[in-house]
């Protein structure tokens, strides 16, 4: 994606998701950093559309599933057509899902405002106010599946531990069971800190009892990076926390009786 694109979030979403159309159809169009490879969901379609061969996806519970794929062509966003690009055809509970991966936004820097629900996609990283406080937080690359992670302090009702967190823009904060139940964040997380004084407090998040086979992965959304403005440097790759000089951090609550764990992270390698 060559050029800046400043795009509206969606009404009620707590998600990257802007309105797009497919075929002249209204659709839905998330920006999926989490996805090495972009989807399509069947509901986007009347007849099961011809597939033009297969693709094999890592699952972020675990282990590889194959699906169709096609080449998606049609797609409107911000009022310009993309070219084609293959999509991999998934299967969504409800409506017409479009999900840009790492394929199509590439090296691009996605520029958060959730004051303003805006997000801008542009070529190069915007230069910044002196007026406004930031942050760089480096990620990494999962070698196996170009996924990005980052490290993170989760802070629960029963333990504190740094865990290495796949960065999602195309969902919200997800935890396996086996360190939801070890911190006691079955529904919420206290706190989560990427850098020192920037956290996000008392986040929700969706345990995954489905993903018995990485006990220690989870997803990182946007609700949890501790910051109303982030860029995510696709490229750098780094994520940079913005917010007003001088402006205190988010006053989460005392989480002193929370004792350490032993960290089950950062690491690189995504379990299969």
Do not use: H
Request: hydrophobic share 45%; with cysteine.
């Amino acid at each position: 994606m060559p050029r800046s694109r400043v795009l509206s979030l969606r009404v009620g979403t707590q998600v990257l998701a802007v309105d797009g159309t497919l075929a002249g159809k209204s659709v839905e169009i998330r920006l999926a950093v989490e996805e090495p490879r972009s989807l399509v969901s069947s509901g986007c379609y009347a007849t099961a559309p011809a597939a033009q061969g297969q693709v094999k996806l890592p699952q972020l519970g675990g282990g590889w599933a194959t699906f169709p794929e096609l080449s998606l062509t049609g797609l409107t966003l911000a009022g310009d057509v993309l070219p084609a690009f293959p999509a991999a055809v998934v299967t969504e509970p409800s409506g017409c899902i479009v999900q840009l991966g790492l394929d199509v936004l590439g090296n691009a820097v996605v520029d958060l405002d959730l004051e303003a629900r805006t997000v801008t996609l542009s070529p190069a990283l915007p230069s910044l106010s002196k007026d406004l406080d930031q942050v760089a937080v480096d990620l990494t690359r999962a070698p196996d599946t170009d996924r990005l992670l980052v490290a993170v302090q989760l802070t629960g009702a029963r333990a504190t531990a740094l865990q290495a967190l796949v960065i999602g823009t195309a969902r919200s904060t997800e935890l396996a069971a086996i360190p939801a139940r070890a911190l006691g964040a079955e529904s919420v997380i206290r706190a989560m800190q990427l850098a020192p004084e920037w956290e996000a407090c008392d986040v929700p998040v969706r345990v995954r009892t489905d993903w018995a086979r990485s006990p220690g992965i989870g997803v990182l959304g946007v609700e949890g990076w501790g910051a109303r403005r982030a860029l995510l440097d696709l490229g750098a790759p780094r994520l940079i926390l913005v917010r007003p000089k001088g402006a205190p951090p988010p006053p989460c609550r005392d989480t002193g009786a929370s004792a350490p764990i032993e960290p089950a992270g950062p690491r690189e390698a995504e379990p299969r």
